[in-house]
């Protein structure tokens, strides 16, 4: 069964370092997000990514953060200068073309640990 | 604003016994709904959805949620747990292509 993969597994940067996360979503699926979870809190939503272009973005999404979709396989996150509170759990999906009014689930990876120290 | 509200942090089942997972929503209209678990070190997997129609999905792993548009809730069940269930589950919601709004989460324990 395809399935949503992500690289590292974990990631371990000093503050303001630039990270990149990777992400190979389900190879004939259009629709992508990037969500994270600091330890003990819940699932955040962070950008979805459509059409090569921005769909939605949350509070969190600032300047800081970038996608891109480099070539028709990956899916990337890049935080230019990592802080502290960049720390958590970040979780790639991905979701099909189809029905619509999207009733369409999204497919989530295994996710990234990040740890800036 | 949106949110999903998950009550219990924590449950602790004995193997062979009967499971029920409270959720409840609040949303400007009725979103589609979902049910993920979190195995530890491992992603987040679809266990089942609710979009429209029928108000009891059947799910992977022999789990069902039923769609309380009344009480705004989607509690998920299952009739008889099995050691491999423990895990975190999230009840989420969403509409359309838009974010997901996540649940805290609750961690299931079960006893042998």
């Known amino acids: 069964e395809p399935e949503v993969t992500q690289t590292p597994s974990h990631q371990v940067t000093q503050m303001g370092q630039e990270v990149i996360l990777r992400c190979v979503p389900i190879?004939?699926?259009?629709?992508f997000y990037w969500y994270r979870q600091i330890l003990g809190q819940k699932v955040e939503f962070l950008v979805s990514?459509?059409?090569?272009?921005?769909?939605?973005k949350s509070e969190i999404f600032d300047d800081q953060f970038s996608v891109e979709r480099p070539d028709g396989s990956n899916f990337t996150l890049k935080i230019r200068s990592t802080k502290l509170e960049d720390s958590a759990m970040y979780f790639c999906?991905?979701?099909?073309?189809?029905?619509?009014?999207?009733?369409?689930?999204?497919?989530f990876g295994p996710g990234t640990r990040l740890t800036v120290t | 604003a949106q949110s999903v509200t998950q009550p219990d942090i924590h449950i602790t089942v004995s193997e062979g016994a009967s499971l029920e997972l409270r959720c409840n929503y609040s949303y400007g209209a009725t979103p589609y709904l979902f049910w993920y678990v979190q195995s530890p070190g491992q992603g987040l997997q679809l266990l089942l959805k609710?979009?429209?129609?029928?108000?009891l999905v059947q799910g992977i792993k022999g789990f069902e949620a039923e769609f309380k548009r009344s009480q705004s809730s989607f509690n998920l069940r299952k009739p008889s747990v099995h050691w491999s269930d423990a895990a975190e589950y999230f009840c989420v919601a969403g509409t359309g292509r838009r974010a997901l709004t996540f649940g805290s989460g609750t961690r299931l324990q079960v006893q042998p």
């Open positions: 190879s004939n699926h259009l629709y």
């Open positions: 990514f459509y059409n090569n272009e921005i769909s939605e």
């Open positions: 999906a991905s979701s099909p073309p189809g029905l619509a009014g999207g009733k369409n689930e999204q497919y």
């Open positions: 609710y979009f429209s129609g029928d108000t």
